[in-house]
Nanobody, 117 residues
Framework: VQLQESGPGLVKPSQTLSLTCTVS??????????WSWIRQPPGKALEWMGF???????YFTPSLKSRSSISRDTARNQFTLRLSSVTLEDTAVYYC??????????WGQGTQVTVSS
């Protein structure tokens, strides 16, 4: 299974960040699979942001819920994170990730996003 993040590396404050994860080797609709976005700001721990489930249901960490959405394109086997009203604190390496049953766990290589004017 391979996951590949794509999107702009630089976003201006107050804009909306959009990142897409393209998946190969598995389907984002596979039963009991959960497709997440996780980020790591510089010098800080990993932060789980939210997921879109195989069913299409989404869930977000409360601190980001009001600014976050995750959608999917099943034909392209992709899922997309949108984070609105970004600030400098949203600068991070962003990863897409899958966890599923039977147990499997895969990460994308990560993509750096810098918020700067």
């Amino acid at each position: 299974v391979q996951l590949q993040e794509s999107g702009p590396g630089l976003v201006k404050p107050s804009q909306t960040l959009s990142l897409t994860c393209t998946v190969s080797g598995d389907s984002i609709t596979t039963d009991l699979s959960f497709w997440s976005w996780i980020r790591q700001p510089p010098g800080k721990a990993l932060e789980w942001m939210g997921f879109i489930a195989y069913s299409g249901a989404t869930y977000f960490t409360p601190s980001l819920k009001s600014r976050s959405s995750i959608s999917r394109d099943t034909a392209r086997n992709q899922f997309t994170l949108r984070l609105s009203s970004v600030t400098l604190e949203d600068t991070a390496v962003y990863y897409c990730h899958v966890t599923a049953t039977p147990p499997r766990d895969y990460w994308g290589q990560g993509t750096q996003v810098t918020v700067s004017s």
